[in-house]
């Protein structure tokens, strides 16, 4: 949902409705993916500095779509989710980048949400959940 929203940046709500309308899921799954979605489209700016702050040597507009999406849920979760452990986001957009991303977006992937973990989160939490 997000990466079609960056690439089309038609209103939120059609994208989840045309995203929905191809596919299905439970309840709950549907619930997440709609509020990560949003949640990150509404704070795409902020979000975005934090990308662009930790990623030396590698201009945002070169960051490719997918990976900048995928890194973009995980800076919200980051910032937005105490309740979720911090290894467990980043697992889970390494996982999503091995499996849309291209060879080195997993690595890519990680070491930027390493870094912004690092910036926005508290070093017992990183201590505690990772």
Same mark, same amino acid.
């Given at each position: 949902?997000?990466?079609?929203?960056?690439?089309?940046?038609?209103?939120?709500?059609?994208?989840?409705?045309?995203?929905?309308?191809?596919?299905?899921? =439970? /309840?709950? =799954? $549907?619930?997440?993916?709609? $509020?990560? &979605?949003?949640?990150?489209?509404?704070?795409?700016?902020? %979000?975005?500095? @934090?990308? =662009?702050?930790?990623?030396?040597?590698?201009?945002? /507009?070169? %960051?490719? &779509?997918? /990976?900048?999406?995928?890194?973009? %849920? *995980?800076?919200?979760?980051?910032?937005?989710?105490?309740? =979720?452990?911090?290894?467990?986001? %980043?697992? @889970?957009?390494? @996982?999503?980048?091995?499996?849309?991303?291209?060879?080195?977006?997993?690595?890519?992937?990680?070491?930027?949400?390493?870094?912004?973990?690092?910036?926005?989160?508290?070093? *017992?939490?990183?201590?505690? *959940?990772?």
């Amino acid at each position: 949902m997000l990466y079609q929203w960056d690439m089309t940046r038609e209103a939120m709500d059609n994208v989840i409705d045309s995203y929905w309308k191809v596919r299905s899921t =439970t /309840d709950l =799954t $549907r619930s997440m993916a709609e $509020r990560l &979605a949003r949640g990150a489209q509404g704070q795409v700016e902020r %979000i975005d500095e @934090e990308i =662009t702050a930790v990623s030396k040597n590698w201009r945002f /507009d070169r %960051i490719a &779509a997918v /990976d900048r999406n995928i890194i973009r %849920i *995980g800076v919200f979760e980051l910032v937005n989710d105490a309740e =979720t452990p911090s290894a467990v986001v %980043i697992d @889970e957009a390494v @996982e999503m980048a091995r499996r849309f991303g291209e060879a080195d977006s997993t690595a890519f992937v990680n070491g930027v949400l390493d870094a912004i973990m690092r910036r926005v989160r508290r070093v *017992g939490e990183r201590v505690r *959940g990772a």
